[in-house]
């Protein structure tokens, strides 16, 4: 397993694509840093950027990566190794270089200009977001026979999570607003990786009360050393479920 | 000879396509099986279900006599050349080599004679994405046999190979075959199977319509090339 990931990291620094990610990020934040002298608005620019484009390289990236590697996965099953071994070889070897790139592009910079509570819990829900986003794709790419629907899935999936998931939240608001909401509103969250992440911040940030009215009660929950657990523990579920469910896909799949 | 492979009442169905109709057969060592049947008669189904790779609705697969269904160990036994090989971009061929050296922990001495034959060992630093396609095919051969496997699975192994490492790998096959080892070939190319199969197999539609040995296939049908047999043999059915 870890051979197969070592080999996979190996082949993947060796192409351009997460490179480019990594500068990208790289640029973003340093010169979101630089223009603006006050850090913490430069943390909200960054949660901004990073809560849309991290989600979207990661899912994109692992999937289009595992239909690449299909003949490779082919040949590694003709050898003897347990099918398991190999998917997670694969997740571990695909995720641990998309986070190596989170750590060099958005965690580096931000350890050197914003260095505090908040930066931290920027670099940890970055992190889990990438780690949710790759084992999502893992569970895309092993739903899926070909590669333009495994992509198309992906693609989906980030939608929802990215955007639409927004909007269905605003709708069920406006549609239940004669109702109690909140305990129904941190279930809602919970379905949203992205979601998670973006409030974990905004509230380490101290300005929830920018996030309307149901601020004060995340902040009462989320707030709280519990509500930190809740969020990075539905996050870690969020990482493992996917690639779980991608395993037992994986085991009775013909290849 | 012994019984190597045993397959029994295998059955494939892929949506609502039935592959593979209860199929039953065995192959012994110290022979070479040509596997022949039309496109889509299940025969690649047939090979990536002994590999795993396919996993059969129901059936068992047996190797040296033990079921061997959804387990890994047993291809440490088994080379396979797929029909088209394909390797990481990036990967370079002699690192090709060496992560399938440390993937399978072999610790017999690896079979050269295929990389030395077709000199890769100069085109080591070439990444596997710049290669043509014959090449990939001579690498993928070099990776089946490397590992001294009793069975060599070989999936239209001359396909896209010039003449020369085609012969190349027909002496092969041969001096595998001397080994005592069990060769299994699908092939569409007749001459071929007819000088190195023992035994023939044909699919068709999903089925083994016969699985003898080439020469008793000569003396029934009284035919000396293989192509003249399969028309006697298969319009005799239809008549």
Known sequence: ?255 | MDTLIELSHIKKTFGKLQVLKDISCHFESGNIVSVLGPNASGKTTMIKSILGMVIPDEGDIRFCGARVNKTFDYKKYIGYMPQIGRYPDNMKIGQLFDMMLDIRNCNKIPDTDLIEAYRLKSMYHKPMRTLSGGTRQKVSAALAFMFNPDVLILDEPTAGLDPFATEILKQKILAEKANNRLVIITSHILSESEELADTVMYLYEGKIKFYEPLAALQMETGEQKLGKILTRLLTEEHV
């Not at chain 1, 070897?93 to 509570?117: D, H, M, N, R, T």
């Not at chain 1, 929802?160 to 269905?168: G, T």
């Open chain 1, 1 to 255: 397993m870890f051979k197969i990931a070592k080999y996979i990291i190996l082949d993947i620094i060796r192409s351009k694509v997460l490179i480019a990610y990594t500068l990208l990020l790289a640029t973003i934040c340093t010169v979101i840093f630089l223009s603006d002298s006050d850090v913490i608005k430069g943390l909200v620019s960054i949660t901004t950027i990073v809560m849309i484009i991290v989600p979207l390289v990661s899912i994109i990236y692992a999937t289009t990566y595992y239909f690449n590697a299909a003949e490779f996965t082919e040949l590694l099953v003709s050898q003897p190794i347990k099918r398991r071994d190999i998917l997670l070889g694969e997740y571990l070897g695909i995720s641990s270089s998309i986070l190596g790139a989170f750590v060099l592009g958005v965690c580096l910079p931000v350890a050197l200009f914003a260095l505090s509570a908040t930066g931290i819990t920027l670099m940890v829900a970055g992190g889990l977001v990438t780690l949710s986003f790759t084992s999502l794709a893992f569970w895309a790419s092993t739903k899926t026979r070909d590669k333009s629907k495994g992509i198309g899935l992906a693609l989906m999936i980030w939608f929802y999570a990215a955007i639409i998931y927004d909007a269905l939240v605003l709708l069920f608001l406006f549609t239940f607003s004669d109702y109690p909401l909140e305990k129904a509103m941190i279930v809602l969250t919970a379905l949203n990786p992205v979601d998670l992440a973006r409030i974990m911040i905004l509230l380490k940030l101290d300005i929830s009360a920018l996030m309307g009215y149901t601020g004060a009660l995340y902040r009462q929950f989320f707030g709280s050393g519990t509500g930190i657990a809740f969020s990075v523990s539905m996050l870690f579920i969020w990482s493992v479920l996917p690639v779980l469910l991608a395993l037992k896909i994986f085991s009775k799949k013909d290849l």
